[in-house]
């Protein structure tokens, strides 16, 4: 399978680095308009790849059986509307659009389209999180009923041009940064979000930086609150200057039979059972080379082994573009239900 990877910064190389892990996947082509990135990129493939400033050239050059789109958020639009000529398979990366007009869009272009769009949701694959997923489904908890997720982390890093300090790029930080859990939200609980309801605030992060006369505005705390179709309700908890943390993320599923909950980095998995009382922890192994080929604890390699599989076998995409969608939809009524400090219903 030769794969061309249309933007190659931190997420586009960490793409590169898992596809060298999989077997029978080659990549032939970048693109990118930064020539730093694409040197740096090309480097990491090694051998012969061809390089591209404008992914147009390199949908014209074709040679190629699979795209991964990781270009800066406000431009997946656009660069998915060229994608979507082609009758390539493409994996895009979160979050799908920034606006759900965007989504709604591409959406509208894919449709009556044969060749898949998976869009990248990495924490999905993480293994303490996949095993989460599996006791929530097998009725180890009973009827789900609650569901908590933290992330407590390091700040926004730095990219290139600092596209991410600003919510015209990004989304907001409910777009860019929790479309993850608003995705695991929905895939967990098994239904659609009905009322939503957020506080949150930028309080710490990039107060000091100025980028041609402008100040960030990029959220680095929240709560959120959203109650499903079903009954069940659920909470985000982000805080994005609590790096001195013991997991960045953890999850909480309860049941009226018990509750299971994962931490990452750790690879933790506790499952208790309330009667008779029980509560048990392991680690959740991982290879050390998944590990070392990027910052999501292995996820992005066994999305990729996924992702093939959906190539191989002519399965849909485990996560569509109407997935991507509803987490962006998540995301915007999370910024407006902060901005309006109201609930915001679907």
């Not at 059986?65 to 509307?81: G, M, R």
């Not at 390091?154 to 600003?166: D, S, T």
């Amino acid at each position: 399978m030769r794969y061309a990877i249309i933007g190659s910064g931190m997420m586009g190389q960490e793409h590169i680095l898992n596809l060298q892990l999989l077997p029978d996947a080659e990549i032939v082509a970048l693109a990118d308009p930064d020539a730093t990135m694409r040197a740096a990129a090309a480097a990491l493939v090694g051998g012969d790849v061809a390089v591209y400033s404008d992914h147009r050239d390199l949908l014209r050059a074709g040679g190629v059986d699979a795209l991964v789109i990781a270009t800066p958020n406000h431009t997946h639009h656009a660069v998915l509307l060229d994608a979507l000529e082609t009758e390539l398979p493409i994996l895009v990366e979160k979050p799908l659009c920034t606006t759900v007009a965007d989504c709604d869009a591409v959406i509208l272009k894919a449709r009556g389209r044969k060749a898949p769009v998976w869009v990248a949701m990495e924490y999905r694959y993480m293994p303490p999180v996949a095993r989460l997923i599996a006791a929530v489904r097998d009725g180890t908890v009973g009827t789900l009923r609650m569901l908590a997720i933290r992330e407590h982390r390091f700040p926004f890093l730095q990219k290139v041009g600092h596209w991410n300090r600003f919510a015209a790029n990004t989304g907001g930080t409910m777009v860019e940064k929790c479309c993850h859990f608003f995705d695991l939200m929905r895939l967990i609980i098994e239904a659609e979000p009905v009322r939503l309801y957020a506080s949150g605030g930028q309080d710490v992060n990039h107060l000091d930086e100025l980028y041609a006369g402008r100040q960030p505005d990029m959220l680095d705390n929240a709560y959120v609150v959203v109650d499903f179709a079903n009954g069940v309700r659920a909470l985000l908890d982000l805080c994005m200057f609590a790096e001195a943390s013991k997991d960045q993320e953890e999850i909480a599923a309860v049941g009226d039979r018990g509750k299971v909950e994962c931490g990452v980095p750790s690879s933790r998995l506790t499952i208790g059972i309330r009667q008779p009382l029980q509560l048990a922890t392991e680690i959740v192994p991982l290879d050390q080379a998944l590990l070392a080929a990027g910052q999501h604890h292995g996820s992005t390699f066994y999305q990729h082994q996924a992702f093939a599989a959906c190539l191989r076998d002519g399965t849909p995409p485990e996560v569509g573009l109407e997935d991507g969608r509803a987490a962006v939809a998540m995301g915007v009524a999370a910024e407006r239900s902060i901005r309006e400090r109201q609930p915001v219903t679907f």
